[in-house]
């Protein structure tokens, strides 16, 4: 059982940079998706960044690519996102899900393609 917890959210101004961390407790597979996702309040939760952690290969949404990086410390069970160039619409509640792999037809951005959550850490970005 992977139990995906979540910190380093906060605020900040336009501009700024935020680094998210995901510490999976339970994880010990080098064959785990790993995502990022975002839900900001009466909006739909989408896919921000994901990685396999068997592979070589990172996937982000489009409104993120060139500004938000995700990594993985395999040594500490912990994934992390760096948030840079933060716009207002970057608001919103950042989760960390796992799933273990591989799975066929795995598609990064869906929620449901994931079954461990974590609880969730707040950004907010003020113009």
């Known amino acids: 059982q992977v139990q995906p917890v979540e910190s380093g959210g906060g605020s900040v101004q336009a501009g700024g940079s935020l680094r998210l961390s995901c510490a999976a407790s339970g994880y010990t597979s080098s064959s785990y998706y790993m995502g990022w996702f975002r839900q900001a309040p009466g909006k739909e939760r989408e896919g921000v960044a994901a990685i396999y952690t068997g592979g070589a290969s990172a996937y982000y949404a489009d409104s993120v690519k060139g500004r938000f990086t995700i990594s993985q410390d395999n040594a500490k069970n912990t994934l992390y996102l760096q948030m840079n160039s933060l716009k207002p619409e970057d608001t919103a509640m950042y989760y960390c899900?796992?799933?273990?792999?591989?799975?066929?037809?795995?598609?990064?951005?869906?929620?449901?393609?994931?079954?461990?959550w974590g609880q969730g850490t707040q950004v907010t970005v003020s113009s």
């Open positions: 899900a796992a799933r273990k792999g591989p799975v066929m037809g795995w598609i990064y951005s869906s929620p449901p393609a994931y079954n461990y």
